[in-house]
């Protein structure tokens, strides 16, 4: 691993877990060091770990102003989606719709600093029975939309600057059968009693259970790494939240669950991710091992290149050509050279991805032809 990754796993651990001065044997290259920080959504740990550095390894004023420019924009951002959250929230009760919130202000709870994570957008779990009204109700002038889209997992919408995804669903697997458990198991754990209740902007929200978070954060980190691309944001988010939440977790049910949904694998890869290079303590994640050390490892040296969401990788720096059907076959290619470089780490997740990156890439062609 080269020097500065290593430095940024350190200030990334000194966030989350407190300052350790031993840390850091010499001062940084702090360009490369931010710049790999930026590429990972980190910015905001960077940000609350430097003030614990010895002196001599802290930033130039220059680069420490910046730093403090970030916070301060992070902090603004959290204000505004936490905002965004209490409206959402106050609007769909007022319609009797029952609604969950996934990720992003929900799992910042979960921080040291919950101001320290970087924010992204809402996604706000509706069910499919409140999915058409919900976006009749956030759509007004496009009555027709909701009809149009109601087959989607989730419907994405801007507003107030803030992206917004409301959610038919929490996810789909790859499998029918699998995918069909997923459903009936995601319902039972979200249109149920069992929803944890905290505050966000002066409004009581709904999250998820902790027995469905623990696996669903997982699982949606370990899509997004197979189909595209993850940030150790998101590990840092799953990281955390066992962390605050191990103790409230069945690890007799869980293990079920992932044997049922075939994510055991994808569990115990990123528990590895988690425990030997993000400083979660083994005890604190729920079947734990060293099986797949090596696979963690290789799962980590793929985020460093590529970083968040896949959006830094050489791949993407090319240019897509013009005309859509020119378009279609460059994202297919690059898409597929990308699943064969990760084919090694979980094969079999790789291939069904592949598989339903090329259904739903012909589809998406024939849809435009027509």
């Keep these: 691993m080269k020097n500065s990754q290593e430095i940024l796993l350190k200030l990334i651990r000194t966030a989350l877990w407190g300052p350790d001065r031993q840390a850091l ?3 940084p290259q702090w360009d490369k060091v931010l710049l790999l ?48 959250v209490a409206d959402l929230k106050t609007c769909l009760d007022s ?4 609604s969950v919130l996934f990720k992003g202000q929900g799992v910042a709870l979960n921080y040291p600093n919950p101001l320290s994570r970087q924010c992204g957008d809402i996604d706000m779990y509706v069910g499919e029975k409140n999915f058409e009204k919900a976006l009749r109700i956030l759509l007004p002038d496009s009555k027709d939309r909701a009809s149009k889209y109601k087959h989607l997992k989730h419907f994405n919408v801007e507003q107030d600057g803030v992206h917004l995804e409301i959610h038919r669903i929490a996810e789909i697997l790859p499998g029918l059968r699998k995918d069909r458990l997923f459903q009936k198991w995601t319902l039972q754990h979200l249109e149920s009693d069992r ?13 998820p259970p902790h027995q469905f978070n623990c696996l669903y954060i997982m699982n949606h980190a370990w899509h997004h790494f ?37 994510l055991t694998r994808a569990w115990k890869i990123l528990a590895g991710v988690a425990v030997e290079f993000l400083g979660l303590p083994a005890d604190e994640c729920p079947l734990y091992s060293a099986e797949f050390s090596s ?6 040296e793929v985020i460093w290149s590529e970083g968040n969401f896949g959006f830094h990788s050489k791949d993407r720096k090319k240019r897509r050509p013009d005309g859509h059907f020119a378009g279609k076959l460059h994202s297919f290619i690059m898409g597929s ?26 589809a998406n062609v024939f849809v435009k032809v027509k």
């Excluded at 916070?71 to 603004?76: D, K, L, P």
């Excluded at 696979?295 to 980590?300: A, C, G, P, R, T």
Aim: with cysteine.
């Design 337 to 362: 050279r990308r699943k064969v470089r990760i084919f090694t780490i979980s094969p079999s997740d790789v291939f069904l991805s592949w598989i339903y990156y090329f259904i739903r890439g012909m």
């Design 226 to 262: 197979i189909s595209g691309g993850i940030g150790l944001r998101q590990l840092c988010d799953w990281t955390m939240f066992l962390h605050r939440h191990h103790a409230d977790i069945d690890p007799a049910v869980l293990e079920h669950d992932l044997k049922t949904f075939g």
């Design 95 to 98: 319609h009797d719709m029952h």
């Design 195 to 207: 929803v944890d209740k905290v505050e966000i902007g002066g409004t009581s929200v709904n999250l």
């Design 37 to 84: 920080a930026g590429q990972q959504t980190v910015l905001g740990l960077v940000a609350e770990a430097v003030p614990s550095l010895p002196e001599q390894f802290r930033p130039d004023p220059q680069t420490m102003n910046r730093l403090r420019g970030v916070a301060t924009n992070i902090c603004r951002s959290h204000s505004l989606l936490n905002r965004k």
């Design 25 to 27: 044997q010499s001062p």
């Design 295 to 300: 696979k963690s490892s290789q799962v980590l």
